[in-house]
């Protein structure tokens, strides 16, 4: 048995087939994958990889099995699991996923190559532990797949409480020993156990606050945007292709971006903190349907216009369109007097964190810092804002221009 001292759950114990598995390869590269990405550029304690993530998950899928009264072959197919559910994430983890997997068509859930027939494999065949298995575990496969990747799986416990350690934030506080101990099945659902609708909610909150104060932070969204771009143009390059990139980590990726002419810019100003300025900031409601369900061509050229018409070079243009808001924690289950259901059913706090994430919900064009000015002139023309006057300046409490404002985490130094 091997006894480690975590951050967040102090010490955690490890034996068995994860014992066995931490020092592969693959596990042990999970040290040099961050896991928020580059929004340590914001907040400069949140550090943490996704090797301490996945101890933690580890630790909180081993605690659930005994609370589900789950044991033997089957219990230790999902410890390997939980130790292993993050092993297929691209470096900077889901910063550049999207992009790997319009190339890939692998998601970082798509592990089974991973497993099988590798380093992993073996060792997991030697606790007589099936790969396939184990893999379908992580992609949430089966009954107890819901623990590693469900709406009340152990991974979103672990990261909650340890994304808001590591930034300092305070919204990610979840009481994950009561989740857990109320854990359980019910027609061969993962549910919440009678009389906590509210536990099922404190999940649900911790998620809502921590997504505009940390996830999608403006100065985080600027920097992930500007790493996605610079990204594909190193994927577009003759040398290296998506597959290889899939397979770094945070440091192959900034050194080989670093290297290649036509990503060395955006290492540059990486390594500055340099990031691109906010042109437009807008809101749901003055953004085109069609502009929010553009794809990856479209917005393509949707930038290149803007950028013609803005009088800068198609590299200095960054059109960030978030998905459509969406709340796939309100999908948790919970018992309510014997019956299954649907945490959005049942709990009125749904609707208005819902109505709250339409709200914040921003589209963004980013650009160098001396031409946000006219680029956000041309964007509205070009975009089709519904904007009072066309002009940006004339809109500051709808389209923010510039970072004026104080957005959590943005004081001293740590922000735009």
């Not at 068995?16 to 040290?31: E, I, N, S």
């Not at 909180?60 to 589900?68: I, M, N, T, Y």
């Not at 009125?348 to 819902?354: A, D, E, I, S």
């Amino acid at each position: 048995m091997t006894t480690i001292k975590d951050s967040v759950h102090d010490h955690i114990s490890v034996d068995g087939v994860a014992a066995d598995l931490l020092d592969t390869g693959p596990v042990q590269r999970l040290r040099r994958v961050a896991q928020l990405g580059t929004v340590k550029l914001v907040y400069p304690s949140a550090n943490h990889t996704r090797f301490e993530h996945s101890l933690g998950v580890y630790h909180l899928a081993d605690r659930a099995l005994s609370s589900v009264g789950v044991e033997g072959t089957e219990a230790e197919r999902v410890r390997a699991a939980a130790l292993l559910h993050d092993i297929g994430h691209a470096p900077f983890s889901h910063n550049v996923e999207e992009l790997l997997h319009r190339h890939t068509g692998l998601y970082h859930d798509d592990v089974e190559d991973l497993l099988v027939d590798t380093e992993v494999g073996d060792v997991l065949l030697a606790h007589d532990l099936d790969p396939e298995r184990v893999a379908g575990l992580i992609a949430g496969e089966g009954r107890l797949g819901q623990l590693v990747s469900g709406e009340l799986d152990v991974d979103r416990m672990d990261y909650l409480v340890r994304d808001a350690h590591h930034t300092g934030v305070p919204y990610g506080t979840i009481d994950h020993e009561r989740l857990i101990r109320e854990l359980t099945f019910a027609d061969g659902e993962l549910v919440l156990d009678e009389g906590n609708v509210q536990t099922a909610e404190s999940l649900l909150m911790a998620r809502a606050l921590m997504t505009p104060t940390v996830y999608a932070h403006p100065v985080a969204r600027i920097s992930k945007a500007m790493l996605r771009r610079a990204t594909e143009r190193l994927i577009d390059s003759p040398d290296i292709e998506a597959q290889q990139v899939r397979r770094m980590d945070d440091y192959d990726l900034i050194c080989a971006l670093r290297m290649t002419p036509e990503t060395e810019e955006f290492a540059r100003r990486y390594d500055r903190r340099d990031l691109y300025k906010r042109a437009i900031w807008a809101e749901y409601d003055d953004t085109p349907e069609s502009l929010r369900a553009a794809d990856h061509e479209q917005v393509r050229e949707l930038e290149a216009a803007i950028a013609d018409r803005g009088a800068v070079s198609a590299e200095q243009v960054v059109l960030d369109v978030p998905s459509e808001p969406s709340m796939t924690e309100s999908t948790s289950e919970v018992l309510v007097s014997g019956e299954i259901r649907r945490l959005g059913d049942h709990s009125p706090l749904v609707t208005g964190l819902r109505a709250a994430q339409k709200q914040q919900w921003r589209m963004g064009v980013y650009t160098v810092a001396d031409a946000t000015e006219r680029v956000g002139k041309a964007a509205v023309d070009v975009l089709g804002l519904d904007i009072d006057g066309g002009l940006v300046s004339d809109v500051r409490g709808r389209v923010n221009a510039n970072l004026d404002e104080f957005h959590p985490g943005e004081r001293a130094g740590t922000g735009e």
